[in-house]
């Protein structure tokens, strides 16, 4: 069970470059999420996925897609990257639905520098 | 969801206990107390969570006031590995679309030998 796993671990990108972040749970949880962190930063929500099949905005979702491939893969888009977007990318996974509680589960992370 | 208030810093000795507090005294009724850690350069991590009753996992001990409105995690034995920020999340009891983790700075907690 490895939990929450993300590719790539670091990647650096010119100015105006696309990439994809890939996010898998084997926990078969219902819910995904994407946060980035900045240095010295909290984390900040940018996209989430309630349940396979939807996906909704978060606090900053501004120059990002999102994919929900099916339960298991959650992906994160930058068309045309740009150095604001230079930050740490975590992944996270909850079971979802009407439970007591609502514990999240994140990936290790991708180090992502936008020169 | 409430905001959190939680010192910048705090240190430790290894071996002894860590009191982390955090005062959330706009919490509703249906509000959950969360706390997360985050060592560095890895994912955060879930500590443990409650409602007003006070819980104990392996990891730590929250303790929640008769009021509410603030709450302490308690590492009973702190080692060097339990360096770390730990952040203090309140958040509904009740999932929905809009009902995700915030999360604010947190305490940087220091195990020190």
């Known amino acids: 069970n490895a939990g929450v796993t993300q590719t790539p671990k670091f990647q650096v990108l010119k100015t105006g470059q696309s990439m994809t972040l890939q996010c898998a749970q084997d926990m078969n949880h219902n819910s995904m999420y994407w946060y980035r962190q900045d240095p010295g930063m909290g984390l900040r929500l940018i996209y989430y996925?309630?349940?396979?099949?939807?996906?909704d905005k978060g606090e900053v979702p501004n120059g990002y897609n999102v994919s929900r491939l099916n339960k298991r893969e959650f992906s994160l888009r930058l068309e045309s990257a740009a150095p604001s977007q230079t930050s740490v990318y975590f992944c996270?996974?909850?079971?979802?639905?009407?439970?007591?509680?609502?514990?999240?589960?994140f990936g290790p992370g991708t180090r992502l520098l936008v020169l | 969801d409430a905001k959190t208030t939680q010192p910048p810093s705090m240190d430790c000795a290894e071996g002894r206990a860590a009191n982390l507090p955090c005062n959330h005294s706009?919490?509703?009724?249906?509000?959950?107390v969360y706390w997360y850690r985050q060592i560095h350069s890895q994912g955060p991590q879930y500590i443990i969570h409650?409602?007003?009753n006070n819980e104990t996992n392996e990891m730590a001990s929250l303790i929640i006031t008769e009021d509410r409105k603030s709450s302490t995690l308690i590492l009973p034995h702190a080692t060097l590995r339990d360096t770390a920020v730990y952040y203090c999340?309140?958040?509904?009891?009740?999932?929905?679309?809009?009902?995700?983790?915030?999360f604010g700075g947190g305490t940087r907690l220091m195990v020190k030998p």
């Open positions: 409650g409602l007003k």
């Open positions: 999340i309140v958040r509904a009891r009740i999932y929905n679309a809009g009902n995700m983790l915030t």
């Open positions: 996270a996974s909850s079971e979802g639905g009407r439970q007591k509680g609502e514990t999240q589960y």
């Open positions: 996925s309630a349940s396979e099949g939807t996906t």
């Open positions: 706009t919490i509703s009724g249906n509000e959950y």
